[in-house]
């Protein structure tokens, strides 16, 4: 009897060991690979204790990592908050009327302790979800802004689209340039969605977190609703490598914020330097795994493929920053002397036209002299050109005054009115030219009007969007009427 009873009683102590030892137990949850510096792998990594589902304490000495099943001893483990690197945030709230009075009033002041505590490195993005959602503030550092901005939120909706709001603010993470890379969705609910249908789930949510590996921390506040829907938001977090925390009342929101922000602080970089010292493109197995101080333990597994490029680039990035460089250097010369000899070729040209212009004007002058003396009537004077033929004026002749011709806008900010134009006019956007068109396409001293050889000619002025005359692109060309002109996006009749 007393030996059957010993045997029942072993039983009994061999499966409250075996509860225990589950209950003990733990789970390592692990980021995508970034193999950018390789052969430097780095990977996010987190350790869950399965007995109460908070952060199981770890380091290096407790965790270890294998490549192809050979120990790679060379791994080191790092917290945000060692790096002092910055985070993206996006805090979302639910909105809805169930969350009027109190319960907002303490949100909208538990979100202002979470700003308090943020760095300058930090990016924070405020959001609420109601019948729609609603941005309350778009990314910032700026806490004075972000305290403003807080202040707006209202308990609006008659709904809560708790899974749109979710998947808007994980795109709104994903899609904004310039964030730190690391990013974090912080959601408070009653984990209830009311959004029309089945437009989006938890579980499009889920896949969107992991798609971007953005992890989830959810903040359970207890409503009217049944508590089963707060399990939703504890599997989203946890599906997710984020954290639940439980809100039973609006009182503990500021305490909870605030350890959230000490989550977050805690998420943990794994780096190791790899010891695969040909990439192959071959698929390469990774297994990391965590023991505690009960013996339990845990393994996650993982497939890399590290691309030949990855080896290259890692080994000769200088050489391609300097073979860059020097490209940009040859362009920027090439240019230059491309300018210089384009404006040489300018000039020649104009004084080429100017010498010819000189001749045909001596020649009229000298055949007008030979006139005057054969007649013995001189009633014409002729006026010194000087250096500058386009002030030739002849009297008693209208062969060498300048005609007149005026540039009617057909768009632009000019539309409908008419310029009158004359030798030596510039043309563009700065407020120093005769003819100022404020179009940001027009540059800031586009062009300029000559009058050449009785003729108006217009000169490009190295614009950016250059000058076209009858659709053609010009550095120097003849203007009379009835041409097109166009100036960046201004189109101008000659009239």
């Not at 965790?63 to 002092?84: M, P």
């Not at 909208?108 to 979800?129: L, Y």
């Not at 971007?212 to 959810?218: E, F, G, H, L, R």
């Not at 003396?373 to 004077?381: Q, Y």
Request: charged content about 25%.
């Amino acid at each position: 009897m007393c030996k059957q009873k010993n045997y029942i009683l072993g039983i009994c102590l061999t499966f409250s060991q075996l509860c225990f030892m589950s209950a003990s137990g733990i789970k390592v949850i692990i980021g995508d690979p970034d193999i950018t510096n390789f052969p430097e792998i780095c990977m996010s990594i987190s350790v869950r204790d399965t007995a109460n589902k908070e952060d199981f304490n770890f380091d290096s000495s407790t965790v270890s990592l294998y490549e192809d099943g050979i120990q790679n001893h060379s791994i080191a483990l790092q917290t945000i908050g060692d790096r002092n690197e910055g985070v993206a945030i996006l805090i979302a709230v639910d909105a809805s009327l169930s969350m009027a009075g109190e319960p907002m009033d303490s949100i909208k002041a538990s979100i202002r302790q979470f700003i308090e505590q943020i760095s300058d490195n930090d990016q924070v993005s405020i959001i609420s979800f109601h019948d729609d959602v609603q941005v309350i503030s778009d990314f910032s550092s700026e806490k004075g802004t972000l305290y403003e901005n807080t202040g707006t939120i209202e308990a609006i909706g008659q709904n809560t689209q708790l899974n749109r709001g979710m998947f808007k603010g994980l795109n709104m993470l994903h899609d904004t340039e310039g964030l730190p890379s690391n990013k974090v969705l912080i959601v408070l609910s009653d984990g209830k969605d009311e959004g029309p249908g089945t437009a989006y789930t938890d579980n499009d949510a889920i896949e969107k977190a992991n798609e971007y590996n953005i992890p989830i921390y959810s903040i359970g506040y207890h409503t009217k609703s049944e508590k089963r829907y707060l399990w939703v938001l504890e599997r989203i977090s946890e599906k997710t490598g984020g954290r639940y925390n439980d809100a039973p009342t609006s009182k503990e929101l500021n305490k909870i914020y605030s350890h959230v922000f000490s989550q977050i602080q805690q998420q943990t970089k794994l780096c190791y330097v790899s010891a695969i010292s040909d990439p192959d493109s071959s698929e390469h197995t990774i297994s990391i795994t965590v023991v505690n101080a009960n013996g339990s333990s845990d393994t996650a597994d993982l497939t890399i493929i590290i691309p030949p490029q990855a080896h290259v680039e890692s080994q000769n990035n200088w050489i391609y920053t300097i073979s860059i460089l020097a490209l940009f250097v040859l362009i920027a010369y090439w240019i230059n002397n491309s300018n210089k000899k384009k404006a040489q070729q300018e000039r020649d040209e104009l004084l080429d036209k100017q010498e010819q212009l000189k001749k045909e004007l001596d020649q009229e002058k000298k055949a007008k002299s030979n006139l005057s003396d054969a007649s013995g009537d001189d009633r014409t004077e002729v006026v010194d050109i000087g250096e500058d033929p386009r002030q030739t004026i002849i009297s008693g002749s209208t062969s060498g005054k300048e005609y007149q011709i005026q540039f009617h806008f057909e768009s632009g900010p000019l539309t409908g009115q008419t310029k009158q134009i004359n030798a030596g006019m510039t043309i563009g956007r700065n407020d120093k030219n005769d003819l100022i068109i404020e179009d940001n396409t027009v540059s800031g001293n586009h062009c300029k009007i000559e009058y050449q050889a009785n003729q108006y000619m217009i000169v490009d002025l190295n614009s950016t969007n250059g000058t076209k005359v009858n659709g053609e692109k010009v550095s120097s060309c003849e203007v009379k009427q009835g041409d097109k002109i166009q100036l960046g996006k201004v189109q101008i009749l000659v009239k």
